[in-house]
């Protein structure tokens, strides 16, 4: 992964790390505001798995197409940059599968491998909840996980968008 992209994931680890500080302090502990910080904490994660995950994407296809029309590039901002998808791993799938479906094999082959290996972290399912996390709290109900279990997700989540990189561009 490209140091950009690891300050941005960074970033939100040490925001979430103060916020689960802020949290575990007992002033807050039952507070309502630790209510608002764990609903922050879900969209801020999320939200940056989801940037991070189309930049990737993004940033690979115009490499690709670096002597390309203009146009071209100027669509893959549109069509990946400025839309709405949550970053669950079938929709990344999905999108991978539109530009090149050796890339979505590679991609589902890698997160098999790293399940197989870290029999103990489920990465997909851990970035899938903290997806619907976002999802439930979007459409008002409540979110009862905890600050650890938020950061459990986010980590996991940028486990898969180094897998997503790695297909990407080390894979080339």
């Known amino acids: 992964m490209n140091s950009d992209l690891q300050k941005q994931i960074d970033e939100v680890v040490d925001e979430l790390e103060e916020i689960k500080k ?3 302090n007992g002033k ?26 189309k930049k990737i994407l993004s940033d690979k296809l115009k490499d690709d197409c670096i002597d390309s029309h203009n146009r071209i590039k100027e669509f893959i ?13 079938n929709i990344i799938e999905k999108y991978l599968s539109r530009f090149d479906p050796k890339w979505e094999n590679c991609f589902k082959d890698s997160l098999r491998r790293h399940k197989d290996l ?21 459409h008002g109900n409540s979110c009862n996980t905890s600050i650890d279990t938020i950061i459990k997700y986010y980590k996991s989540g940028t486990v898969v968008l180094n897998l997503l990189y790695d297909v990407l561009f080390q894979n080339t």
């Open 77 to 89: 901002t549109k069509d990946i940059m400025d839309s709405s998808c949550n970053p669950k791993t």
């Open 118 to 138: 870290n029999t103990s972290m489920n990465i997909k399912s851990d970035l899938n909840s903290l997806v619907q996390l976002r999802n439930d709290i979007a």
């Open 22 to 24: 802020t949290i575990g």
């Open 28 to 53: 807050h502990k039952l507070s309502p505001i630790s209510k608002y910080l764990t609903h922050y904490s879900v969209v801020r994660s999320s939200g940056r798995i989801e940037f991070l995950f």
